[in-house]
């Protein structure tokens, strides 16, 4: 068993401080291509008009999101820009808000009592058409992920409400502030599955959420909110599978194959959205956190850049020496301040030039084994960077280099500071 690596949090402030609702932006760049599959095209073109809501790029291929306009208005280019999900540029379209704020109320909401009768199809169409991916960071279409073959009954329903990346606070803030949302949510995506055993997976620390869950779910069948005392690497899917069942999904193989399901609360939040309010996923909470006088949690909508957000808050961008976007250890360093935030920015976090201490330099690797100990799915993160660094690709597949699940525990724990996790989780595709 892989030692458990516990990193200092920094959620104080943040995880007591309300969701707000962001401004609407002037002018959205809403990326076309935000999820894990088959590439959207736009099918709107410069000059159209185009309402709230209303669907912008799609694909026809099976493993595809659409997505959808954030704000009423113009598009006025099509173009690229910085894609966070991917680390590069891709494209993009550029909408000019109008301020009409007028709805496109394409997606049919269903009522709560209609719920028992509307069957599983309806309800994967809905979230399809609403364009939901997973929300911890996975970025998979949910639609795909809760259609499953019959042969493959799914058991147990992990709702993950871990949370681990530090600095983030906006999952936690949904399940004190949208508990009765990701009630209903919950009971839409059990149906979907055939009523299996439902577990709310926290972690003791979340003092405010726990009590909240607990009493929420209490009164909903074969559902346990379980409490744990939680690392940052438990928050991962498969590693919080490990933690509540006491297994682990097998090298090569998916957990729904193993009869689990894990599904992150931001996505639940956003299927109840979806199936009972007709909303599509065109915003998010999102942490903004890090060297911020005072963090916030912000319901912000998808295609809104980054540089607006930090300058509402007065963010002194010339101290900035860097800004992460989805979590710190699982995240991405922005190069421009342009891009826009994705259906995957769970959280963006400023660092400045003023609190910046430099660290130590990268030296030889000095055969401590931290890596090998702390790698929490049980890879030898020094032997597949060795691997990689000397090109030989076959090597490190055999050393299970897609099994890393990108944590960035071998680099934390490295005290040669080798940059492990960067080169594995660059190889690993
Ligand atoms: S980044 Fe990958 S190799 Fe490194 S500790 Fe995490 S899972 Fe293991
Ligand atoms: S933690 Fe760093 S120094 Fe220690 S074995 Fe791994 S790569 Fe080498």
């Known amino acids: 068993m892989a030692n458990l690596v516990y990193i200092k949090e920094h959620k104080e402030k943040a995880r007591i401080t309300p969701i707000e609702v962001f401004p609407d932006p002037k002018t959205a760049i809403v990326l076309t291509y935000q999820h894990t599959g088959a590439v959207n095209t736009p099918i709107v073109s410069v000059g159209d008009t185009v309402a709230i809501g209303e669907k912008i790029a799609d694909s026809k291929e099976r493993v595809s999101a659409p997505v959808h306009s954030p704000i009423s208005g113009k598009v006025t280019k099509i173009g690229d820009v910085f894609n966070s999900c991917y680390e590069e540029c891709s494209e993009a379209i550029w909408i000019e808000n109008d301020g009409k704020k007028t709805m496109d ?106 009590p909240k869950l607990q009493e929420a779910f209490s009164k909903e069948p074969d559902t346990e909110v379980i409490a744990k005392h939680l690392t940052y690497q438990q928050g991962d899917a498969s590693v919080l599978q490990k933690a509540m069942l006491k297994y682990e999904v097998a090298p090569g193989k998916r957990s729904y194959e193993m009869g689990t399901i894990v599904q992150n609360v931001a996505t639940i939040n956003a299927i109840a959205n979806a199936v009972f309010e007709g909303e599509p996923l065109i915003s998010r909470v999102t942490t903004l956190n890090g060297d911020i006088a005072e963090p916030k949690n912000l319901l912000v909508k998808i295609g809104t850049p980054v540089s607006n957000i930090l300058s509402q808050y007065k963010v002194d961008t010339k101290d900035i020496r860097q800004v992460v976007i989805g979590g ?102």
């Open 105 to 210: 109320k394409t997606l049919t909401p269903i009522s709560e009592s209609e719920l028992k009768s509307t069957s599983k199809e309806v309800l994967l169409k809905i979230i399809r058409e609403a364009g939901i991916i997973g929300l911890g960071g996975a970025g998979f279409p949910t639609s795909v992920k809760l259609s499953l073959p019959a042969d493959k009954p799914i058991k147990t329903l992990i709702v993950n409400a871990a949370e681990g990346e530090p600095y983030d606070t906006a999952d936690e803030r949904l399940m004190i502030e949208k508990t009765a949302n990701l009630v209903r949510g919950v009971r839409v995506v059990r149906q979907i599955l055939g009523n299996p055993k439902v577990i709310v997976a926290t972690k003791v620390n979340k003092v405010e959420a726990v």
């Open 328 to 429: 710190v250890m699982m995240g991405h360093t922005l190069p421009t301040l342009e891009a826009p935030v994705t259906k995957r920015t769970s959280s963006i976090i400023v660092f400045s030039k003023t609190s910046y201490k430099p660290g130590q330099k990268e030296t030889a690797c000095i055969h401590c084994s931290n890596c090998i100990q702390s790698c929490p799915v049980r890879l030898h993160p020094i032997m597949i960077y060795s691997a990689i660094m000397k090109g030989d690709m076959a090597k490190a597949e055999k050393l299970w280099v897609k099994d890393c699940i990108a944590c960035g525990t071998c680099s934390y724990v490295c005290p040669s500071k080798l940059p492990l996790s960067g080169t594995i989780c660059a190889a690993r595709h």
